[in-house]
């Protein structure tokens, strides 16, 4: 019954929105992800991040 209701018209409504939702489960789910790795890693990832940014603006002032 689900099948016959996507095909029609308001069916590709429905499958965009599906995959909207699913996109916006998926990116919070890896958001938190990686917000939680980030803190059980002591945040070595975004102090490795500020130092190359940092090195990065130095390479650019000169």
């Known amino acids: ?8 018209e308001e069916g590709v409504a429905l499958q965009t ?3 909207l939702v699913m ?3 998926v990116a919070v789910v890896l958001f938190l992800g990686f917000k939680n790795a980030g ?4 945040g070595s990832v975004s102090n490795s991040a500020d ?3 940092s090195s990065l603006e130095n ?3 000169q």
Do not use: T, Y
């Open 59 to 61: 390479a650019v002032s």
């Open 23 to 25: 996109a916006a489960v």
């Open 1 to 8: 019954m689900l099948k016959e209701f996507i095909k029609g």
């Open 51 to 53: 130092k190359a940014g």
């Open 17 to 19: 929105v599906l995959i």
């Open 39 to 42: 803190k059980s890693i002591g």
